[in-house]
């Protein structure tokens, strides 16, 4: 009998079902590799890395706001009545090599990957049926890029997924839509190419955008999530993110984004992901790009802490250029956040929140557990002296002495350095707090960019629930305040102009 009801049970998960509604859709579990990925590479590659200047919406920048310094761009540097649909011309992509993509995306560590099938320019990855002339088969690099990066990565265990751009600027379509209250952008164009892309490719990350001026039921948002989830040939390992409609962004979908380069700061019940960019003034391939403009190690290996302390994923963003390179700086960026991330694995990939995100002195904690006999879709890990290992990340490590005040210490407690497995010596404060010294650090032998990871095993038991009572920012000290406030990229505007004139 116990038997037959196990079975039962599971026929009934296997064949859930979802309604196209958002109630039924937040319902979805998210998939375990999502959650145990931690760490993904996004890429940002389109026609508009060929003019490559400002970011890769120069084209609404340049004929959608008429912009006097994109004119003044292309009075200066192109023939009179150039078009922007000419720049296609330009995109050979004559040294693209979806081995080498594949290849530096597994020395940076990442877990998945993000490719952007279609930006708001419209010009898709693939030969869309429905995209005639304004792709990478008719023009341009003259080949499927999209199937080439599948083939790519199929040969290893990154999960591939695809950006896609619900809206299109200048698509007449969508403009008359916009003007007669009628649907047939989505019906013949947008929501074709969804199921497209999704049939042909299999994508595990669906990553909608292009969202905001429409609304969920114009775009046709749950109907494709429902399909997805329910018949897709990716319907079990399939994720999709909160972009789907005007409102809809931070409310529901399968995981939350807000916006761009959000940083929670908090621990958050609902899954999430922060989205940042290699280059901090574009997504897709600038030519203006200077060795200031990119994220440094130090700073791409904290926001991943910061990240995953908190409940969330990172996806770090990375444009080629015109040719089909990755710029020599971006690439040797990705190596070397690569090399102390897979140093501090145990850290990052399938670990959980701890009972506290964060201490003094800018240190954020991760946490793992030995028996792992918890519901694997919780949120974070409870302290149990015996059987909870914590990951202290410290931060811009300026102290040969740390105290970290969420950590009680017992005898049995035992610290040590995680990628070289170096026994640090430990004492107690007046509090019962944990106080590390770093004297024995051997600084030689690790991945120095002034982040260093400490494994922290028996510390005593806590019954502090993160979620009930969250630690107040402000009390964890000046040192400790809520990240630096990563603005969205599209509003940089300003900032990315006075800069590419200097």
Not at 79 to 101: I, K, S
Not at 106 to 134: C, D, I, L, Q, R
Not at 263 to 271: D, F, S, V
Not at 314 to 341: S, Y
């Amino acid at each position: 009998m116990f038997f037959h009801i196990l079975i039962t049970l599971f026929a009934t998960v296997l064949t859930q079902t979802y309604e196209p509604t958002w109630e039924s859709i937040d319902s979805r579990p998210l998939p375990d590799w999502y959650d145990n990925s931690k760490f993904g590479i996004f890429m940002h590659w389109g026609v508009y890395c060929v003019p490559g200047y400002r970011s890769e919406w120069f084209w609404w920048h340049w004929q959608g706001e008429n912009d006097p310094n994109c004119t003044e761009y292309m009075a200066k540097n192109y023939a009179p009545g150039y078009t922007y649909a000419q720049f296609a011309n330009d995109f050979r992509a004559e040294f693209f090599d979806a081995d080498a993509f594949r290849e530096i995306v597994e020395a940076s560590g990442a877990k998945y990957f993000v490719f952007t099938s279609k930006h708001h320019e419209g010009y898709t990855m693939w030969p869309s049926k429905v995209s005639w002339n304004w792709n990478s088969v008719d023009i341009g690099p003259k080949i499927d890029v999209i199937d080439a990066l599948k083939k790519a990565f199929a040969k290893t265990d990154i999960h591939f997924g695809l950006y896609f751009s619900l809206y299109e600027w200048f698509n007449p379509q969508y403009m008359q839509d916009t003007q007669k209250n009628t649907t047939d952008y989505v019906d013949q164009i947008s929501y074709p190419q969804l199921l497209d892309i999704v049939n042909t490719y299999q994508p595990e990350v669906v990553w909608s955008d292009g969202d905001w001026d429409m609304t969920a039921e114009y775009w046709k948002s749950k109907e494709f999530i429902a399909w997805l989830y329910n018949e897709s040939p990716v319907k079990d390992t399939v994720v999709v993110n909160d972009r789907w409609g005007r409102g809809v962004m931070g409310v529901h979908g399968g995981y939350l984004t807000y916006e761009d380069n959000y940083i929670a700061g908090t621990l958050l019940a609902r899954k999430w992901e922060n989205c940042d960019s290699l280059d901090q003034y574009s997504w897709g391939g600038r030519r203006t790009m200077r060795s200031g403009d990119v994220l440094s190690v130090h700073d791409a290996i904290a926001e991943l802490a910061q990240t995953i302390a908190c409940n969330g994923n990172f996806l770090l963003n990375v444009g080629p250029d015109m040719h089909g390179k990755i710029p020599p700086l971006l690439e040797e960026r990705l190596r070397q956040i690569g090399d102390f991330v897979k140093a501090n694995a145990e850290a990052v990939y399938g670990t959980h929140p701890w009972a506290y995100q964060s201490d003094l002195n800018n240190v954020w904690y991760t946490s793992n557990l030995r028996n792992d006999n918890l519901p694997k879709q919780r949120v974070w890990n409870p302290q149990d002296q015996q059987n909870t290992i914590i990951y202290a990340w410290l931060i811009d490590v300026n102290l040969t002495e740390y105290t970290l005040q969420n950590v009680k210490v017992v005898d049995q407690t035992k610290v040590t350095i995680l990628s070289t497995g170096t026994e640090l010596s430990k004492s107690k404060g007046s509090n019962g707090e944990l106080i590390v010294n770093l004297d024995k650090v051997p600084w030689e032998k690790l991945v120095r960019i002034d982040v260093l990871v400490l494994k922290i095993e028996y510390a005593q038991s806590d019954s502090h629930d993160p979620l009930a009572s969250p630690t107040p920012t402000s009390a964890l000290g000046e040192e400790s305040k809520k990240p630096r406030d990563f603005k969205s990229l599209r509003q940089k505007d300003v900032e990315i102009l006075s800069h590419s004139l200097k």
